[in-house]
């Protein structure tokens, strides 16, 4: 469905946008520098966005009279499987996040 599909697209188009922090945090902890509670943030609204997203378009896909149960279900899969990277971002973010903090203690 066209509604789904838009959804895909822009849950896409928002994980990529995560990668940018993902990033900067690297950089900046390379260089010692631990000033990263910016891009955490960032990235936590971000996965957020996805989140919702990801909810309101399994929510349509059920609610979706002309598929087949097994579509639904594939569906369902196929959103899930793609917001899943954004949920990976946002770990390797707190990994990060708690690599600096080690790093600035240590």
Do not use: C, H, W
Not at 5 to 28: D, F, H, N, W, Y
Not at 35 to 56: S, T, W
Not at 78 to 87: G, H, L, R, T
Not at 90 to 98: F, M, P, T
């Amino acid at each position: 469905p066209a509604d789904v599909a838009e959804s895909l697209r822009e849950i896409v188009r928002i994980t990529v946008l995560m990668g940018e922090p993902v990033v900067t945090m690297v950089r900046k902890t390379l260089r010692d520098d631990f000033d990263i509670q910016e891009q955490v943030k960032q990235i936590g609204r971000l996965e957020q966005q996805v989140d919702r997203i990801q909810f309101n378009a399994v929510r349509d896909v059920y609610r979706n009279p002309d598929l087949e149960k097994v579509d639904k279900l594939i569906l369902k899969m196929v959103v899930d499987s793609i917001a899943e990277v954004s949920d990976k971002l946002e770990n390797v973010g707190d990994r990060l996040s708690l690599v600096a903090l080690k790093r600035k203690l240590g």
